[in-house]
């Protein structure tokens, strides 16, 4: 049978039209899934909620080394964090560096006494613009509504490109199962909390603003045990407690210029009013 | 048509065959006890109405797919609105809510997964309740 123009034109239009109208109309009939949504409901539960939570960290308020240390602790007790000894294979979610480190190209020729050796405290900055989020193939990583950077650890396939893309070091891989135990049978999660799960080898965890405590009403670990060295708040509301700070104190954000508005901020000196 | 070598061809045939049915011949006739996870656990025994977030052939059909979507709400969307049977809340979550109920997880999760050859990972990071070894 010989095919001229018009009939092959109507043929393959029909087939189109068939290819796609087919499979809407397939998938429509088809049974859906349950859906979470169709479980009966309690009423809508108290939690914290911002537009855009973020944090100052009132370095003034960190005198020693234990100051810091009850933080990083209260942080990665309850969340389960676990503790290599193998500096390459370190898991953390709120830690410590220099001056230097912490806000490079600031550093000057002569600069305050003390500021050089002074511990900075640092978190995931859940930037505005996350090149994290960006970077994920799988969107295992990703921006809430209200600005939290988040992590499903369930999509994490462990490529890294998030630890690639963050400029703040905010991201650690899980070279070991965090589950198991170093070389002297010590388990590398000291103390486990049985509320929060840990994860596994070969995922990408950091802060999560403590979104669990969020929903319960709760400050972030961090913030609660800091006695006002951090402070936690909505960045968008101009009457917060966070947005005060920002009005009267001089702060600064690392590494502003690559432009991920971090929403991290630091009050570095000028501890006249503590 | 001539089959070469066919009597070494229909042998080796004959032995292939018997080969790979052995698991037939060896399961022929018996009966595996379908698996009856328990529900005796103090928490269950203990409500006023013993029932889960939804019927009991649902669950065993689609409790995958409903901690699935519980991790897509809390997780990504933020909604941890607490489910409501019989006057009680549980909440969206397998190691904060379904396992504070079922806290057997050797009679209740392992019976049928092992029965069905399936290994889910949720163990490598959500914590199971302690119990005593049986």
């Known amino acids: 049978m010989s095919i001229d123009r018009r009939v092959f034109l109507k043929i393959a239009g029909i087939t189109t039209a068939f290819g796609l109208g087919g499979s809407t109309l397939i998938n429509g009939l088809k049974k859906r899934g349950l859906e979470a949504s169709e479980l009966p409901f309690a009423g809508k539960q108290g939690g914290l909620t911002a537009k855009r939570w973020g944090m100052v960290v009132d370095m003034s308020r960190f005198r020693n080394e234990h100051d810091i240390q009850r933080v990083i602790d209260a942080c990665h007790n309850i969340h389960n964090v676990p503790f290599f000894k193998n500096p390459k294979h370190e898991v953390k979610w709120i830690w410590t560096d220099t001056f230097n480190h912490t806000f ?92 929060y799960p840990t994860r596994m080898k070969g995922v990408v965890e950091k802060c999560t603003f403590c979104t669990e405590r969020l929903a319960k009403g709760l400050q972030p670990a961090c913030a609660e045990k800091s006695n006002g060295g951090l402070v936690f708040g909505d960045l968008e509301d101009p009457d917060s407690e966070l947005r005060e700070i920002l009005r009267t104190r001089y702060t600064v954000r690392r590494k502003q210029e690559l432009g991920t508005q971090p929403s991290v901020y630091y009050v570095i000196g000028g501890n006249d009013d503590v | 048509m001539k089959l070469y070598d066919g009597g070494k061809i229909i042998f080796g045939l004959i032995i292939f065959l018997g080969l790979i049915t052995i698991p037939f011949y060896f399961n022929a006739g018996k009966a595996v006890a379908p698996p009856k996870p328990k529900l005796d656990t103090p928490v269950i025994q203990a409500l006023a109405v013993k029932e889960c977030v939804k019927p009991k052939e649902i669950m065993r059909a689609e409790h995958m797919r409903i901690l699935d979507d519980w991790r897509n709400s809390v997780v990504r969307e933020d909604d941890r609105q607490k489910i409501v049977i019989g006057g009680k809340e549980f909440t969206k979550s397998l190691q904060n809510g379904c396992l504070k109920c079922h806290s057997n997880k050797k009679d209740f999760c392992d019976k049928c997964h092992t029965y069905m050859a399936v290994n889910p990972y949720c163990w490598d990071c959500h914590f199971t309740p302690k119990e005593n070894k049986s």
Not at chain 1, 125 to 139: F, G, I, L
Not at chain 1, 155 to 173: K, L, N
Not at chain 1, 183 to 191: A, N, Q, V, Y
């Open chain 1, 104 to 195: 490079p190209g600031m550093e000057s020729e002569f600069m305050m006494e003390g500021l050089e050796e002074m511990p900075f405290l640092m978190l995931c900055n859940h930037c505005k613009e996350p090149a994290c989020v960006r970077v994920c193939p799988t969107q295992a990583t990703f921006k809430r509504k209200d600005g939290i950077v988040m992590m499903d650890m369930h999509r994490c396939i462990g490529c890294r490109f998030c630890m690639a893309a963050c400029p703040f070091g905010a991201r650690s891989f899980n070279w070991r199962d965090p589950r198991g135990k170093d070389e002297d049978g010590r388990p590398f999660i000291r103390k486990l909390n049985p509320e």
